[in-house]
């Protein structure tokens, strides 16, 4: 694709951009929405007549002082309606904006909510493609951006071209083609300059960001790493590495500032040439007879009047660039396409029991490459089996697979014989409850992240639930209790006091399924023992799903699956397995010998 043709796409994805901000608007169905965007723009249109009438009046009153009778009276009534002209200029653009706050503001929530309420219904694969911080900045930008937009777009330059013509009409009305004329070029061509100039001058910005970045990157890097810095006395090395960013940032800053000065001096010398020559062609008049010095105060004050909105054309033409760049990416994550999305006759998911069963499921993240292989398995209502094997057997799959993150790619899944596919999303996940390998916490309270599995439980039942996890005497130990906060990921948290607050979360949720992916693996072997009787209650009468690692945990399971490359390679329960003299033999030898070596205690809990 040829540059010109770059910049003609470009241009036209702009164009598509605010096209599609249209809408939040003037929305349908919203009809006191639409009648403050009319109000709006009523006001605008009458603010800028009065601000037009100004140096008309102003004129008025320079002819009238300058007459034989000025020195017997002041033109009072001319002067009243020169200040009424001035203060309803501005009351007029206050009524703009606060009817149209209303306006900008629900557009700006509507676009941020349907923007974040999309990104929780994209697919998990989506997520683990995209960094969630840049998606935070994706969203937050976007939403400046419209406001910027809509601030300086809406309400500044567009008024602002249409008072230029305005004010070229009214020339031409009150003397002739030529003033008209000159002024439209002047603007125009101050215009023209600002926006190629700063087109040009957009490199340097560029360069600048980025060196910024640079700077601000190595600076964080090296002060996050501040223990291996001082391990190898590397101090003045990261000095070197933080000054060479900076080096390149000050040159950039340099060329930015010096070619803006550069801009600043053109655009003063447009203006300056177009006021010279109205000033000489209404001067001429005045000699003539032909004006009068009202007229020739008149001309000079139209095109001040024009300059001083654009005064800042340079730096809102860059930002409105980089506010359509901004949106763009911001409404392009809107249409990006759900891979797991609910059938248009998916009804909710009716537990009986709570029979699970996955019939010659197969799927891979990556077609190249298969995780699960025609996989077959059927955990009763209220029956438990345990999923064990190697690293990258496929044993969290399973688990992604039951809460549709993904689809199988082959197979079905079903919960009392429906299938996965067929029922809603939201049902399917309210029925299930799982207790993860890493546990990560909403930077809030203990008792919300406990109350998170069903919110507006009250604190009886927030209480009980952590009483049944074994971590309720420890959150009474804190100073503030249930009201403490554990900090962002829950990192003011050990990683089994995370678990069990994991463990107490799911318990209060009353899942029909529960599913336990290595939900001890924190736990030291005597609070592992602990947790393993309470979860053994919890899940009485309920179908369990346990995905585990360490062997101990799974003994008293219905049915133990061993899963080894995406194939179930073995099943049954555990003596029957340790009979069997295979994998899961070996498995558990190792683990004991492991354990043996460690100095703690061999066996398996209950005997």
Request: with cysteine; net charge neutral.
């Given at each position: 694709?040829?540059?010109?043709?770059?910049?003609?796409?470009?241009?036209?994805?702009?164009?598509?951009?605010?096209?599609?901000?249209?809408?939040?608007?003037?929305?349908?169905?919203?009809?006191?929405?639409?009648?403050?965007?009319?109000?709006?723009?009523?006001?605008?249109?009458?603010?800028?007549?009065?601000?037009?009438?100004?140096?008309?009046?102003?004129?008025?009153?320079?002819?009238?002082?300058?007459?034989?009778?000025?020195?017997?009276?002041?033109?009072?009534?001319?002067?009243?309606?020169?200040?009424?002209?001035?203060?309803?200029?501005?009351?007029?653009?206050?009524?703009?904006?606060?009817?149209?706050?209303?306006?900008?503001?629900?557009?700006?929530?509507?676009?941020?909510?349907?923007?974040?309420?999309?990104?929780?219904?994209?697919?998990?694969?989506?997520?683990?493609?995209?960094?969630?911080?840049?998606?935070?900045?994706?969203?937050?930008?976007?939403?400046?951006?419209?406001?910027?937009?809509?601030?300086?777009?809406?309400?500044?330059?567009?008024?602002?071209?249409?008072?230029?013509?305005?004010?070229?009409?009214?020339?031409?009305?009150?003397?002739?083609f030529w003033f008209a004329l000159v002024t439209f070029v002047t603007i125009g061509s101050y215009i023209a300059f600002t926006m190629l100039v700063t087109e040009w001058r957009l490199k340097f910005r560029r360069q600048m960001n980025d060196k910024d970045n640079e700077a601000n990157t190595k600076a964080i890097d090296s002060l996050?790493?501040?223990?291996?810095?001082?391990?190898?006395?590397?101090?003045?090395?990261?000095?070197?590495?933080?000054?060479?960013?900076?080096?390149?940032?000050?040159?950039?800053?340099?060329?930015?500032?010096?070619?803006?000065?550069?801009?600043?001096?053109?655009?003063?010398?447009?203006?300056?040439?177009?006021?010279?020559?109205?000033?000489?062609?209404?001067?001429?008049?005045?000699?003539?007879?032909?004006?009068?010095?009202?007229?020739?105060?008149?001309?000079?004050?139209?095109?001040?009047?024009?300059?001083?909105?654009?005064?800042?054309?340079?730096?809102?033409?860059?930002?409105?660039?980089?506010?359509?760049?901004?949106?763009?990416?911001?409404?392009?994550?809107?249409?990006?396409?759900?891979?797991?999305?609910?059938?248009?006759?998916?009804?909710?998911?009716?537990?009986?029991?709570?029979?699970?069963?996955?019939?010659?499921?197969?799927?891979?993240?990556?077609?190249?490459?298969?995780?699960?292989?025609?996989?077959?398995?059927?955990?009763?209502?209220?029956?438990?089996?345990?999923?064990?094997?190697?690293?990258?057997?496929?044993?969290?799959?399973?688990?992604?697979?039951?809460?549709?993150?993904?689809?199988?790619?082959?197979?079905?899944?079903?919960?009392?014989?429906?299938?996965?596919?067929?029922?809603?999303?939201?049902?399917?996940?309210?029925?299930?409850?799982?207790?993860?390998?890493?546990?990560?916490?909403?930077?809030?309270?203990?008792?919300?992240?406990?109350?998170?599995?069903?919110?507006?439980?009250?604190?009886?039942?927030?209480?009980?639930?952590?009483?049944?996890?074994?971590?309720?005497?420890?959150?009474?130990?804190?100073?503030?209790?249930?009201?403490?906060?554990?900090?962002?990921?829950?990192?003011?948290?050990?990683?089994?006091?995370?678990?069990?607050?994991?463990?107490?979360?799911?318990?209060?949720?009353?899942?029909?399924?529960?599913?336990?992916?290595?939900?001890?693996?924190?736990?030291?072997?005597?609070?592992?023992?602990?947790?393993?009787?309470?979860?053994?209650?919890?899940?009485?009468?309920?179908?369990?799903?346990?995905?585990?690692?360490?062997?101990?945990?799974?003994?008293?399971?219905?049915?133990?699956?061993?899963?080894?490359?995406?194939?179930?390679?073995?099943?049954?329960?555990?003596?029957?397995?340790?009979?069997?003299?295979?994998?899961?033999?070996?498995?558990?030898?190792?683990?004991?010998?492991?354990?043996?070596?460690?100095?703690?205690?061999?066996?398996?809990?209950?005997?």
């Open positions: 694709m040829t540059d010109a043709s770059a910049n003609r796409e470009k241009r036209r994805n702009q164009w598509k951009t605010l096209m599609t901000l249209l809408p939040y608007l003037w929305p349908r169905n919203k009809p006191g929405i639409r009648l403050r965007v009319t109000l709006a723009l009523f006001c605008l249109a009458l603010a800028k007549v009065t601000n037009v009438t100004v140096p008309v009046i102003f004129k008025d009153v320079v002819d009238a002082l300058d007459g034989e009778q000025a020195i017997l009276a002041l033109p009072v009534a001319l002067l009243l309606a020169y200040g009424l002209a001035r203060l309803m200029t501005v009351v007029f653009q206050e009524m703009r904006e606060a009817l149209f706050a209303k306006v900008k503001m629900r557009a700006l929530r509507v676009v941020a909510l349907q923007t974040f309420q999309h990104l929780h219904s994209l697919s998990l694969r989506f997520h683990m493609d995209r960094q969630t911080g840049g998606l935070s900045r994706a969203i937050d930008r976007g939403v400046k951006g419209i406001e910027f937009l809509l601030n300086f777009t809406l309400f500044n330059i567009l008024p602002t071209l249409l008072e230029i013509f305005m004010v070229c009409g009214l020339l031409w009305a009150f003397f002739d996050l790493n501040f223990e291996t810095v001082k391990y190898f006395g590397n101090e003045d090395h990261e000095a070197q590495r933080f000054d060479r960013a900076m080096r390149g940032y000050e040159k950039a800053a340099i060329t930015s500032t010096v070619s803006l000065s550069a801009v600043n001096i053109g655009q003063g010398g447009i203006i300056a040439a177009g006021l010279v020559i109205l000033m000489m062609m209404a001067g001429q008049g005045v000699i003539e007879g032909t004006m009068t010095l009202g007229d020739f105060v008149m001309v000079n004050t139209y095109l001040i009047q024009l300059y001083l909105p654009l005064n800042f054309l340079g730096f809102v033409y860059r930002q409105i660039r980089q506010s359509l760049t901004d949106m763009e990416d911001m409404f392009e994550l809107l249409r990006v396409s759900q891979e797991v999305s609910d059938n248009e006759n998916a009804t909710s998911l009716n537990v009986n029991g709570a029979e699970l069963r996955f019939e010659q499921v197969s799927f891979g993240y990556d077609p190249r490459r298969p995780i699960l292989k025609d996989v077959s398995f059927k955990v009763p209502a209220g029956g438990s089996i345990a999923i064990v094997g190697p690293s990258g057997a496929g044993k969290s799959t399973i688990s992604r697979l039951l809460f549709r993150f993904y689809d199988a790619d082959q197979g079905a899944i079903t919960i009392d014989q429906q299938n996965l596919r067929d029922v809603t999303q939201k049902s399917l996940r309210q029925a299930i409850g799982i207790v993860p390998q890493d546990t990560v916490l909403f930077n809030d309270t203990i008792f919300y992240n406990i109350a998170y599995g069903r919110p507006g439980a009250n604190r009886e039942e927030v209480e009980h639930a952590a009483k049944l996890a074994s971590i309720h005497e420890f959150i009474l130990s804190l100073p503030e209790g249930y009201d403490t906060v554990v900090g962002e990921r829950g990192l003011k948290l050990s990683g089994g006091e995370k678990q069990r607050v994991a463990i107490a979360r799911t318990i209060l949720k009353q899942p029909a399924i529960l599913l336990f992916d290595e939900a001890t693996s924190a736990l030291d072997t005597a609070t592992e023992r602990e947790i393993q009787m309470s979860l053994k209650e919890v899940s009485r009468g309920r179908t369990t799903l346990m995905i585990a690692h360490r062997l101990s945990t799974v003994v008293d399971a219905d049915q133990i699956l061993v899963l080894s490359n995406g194939q179930v390679v073995e099943s049954g329960r555990h003596p029957d397995l340790i009979a069997q003299d295979g994998l899961y033999a070996q498995m558990w030898t190792r683990q004991q010998e492991a354990a043996d070596n460690n100095g703690q205690p061999v066996g398996i809990p209950g005997e």
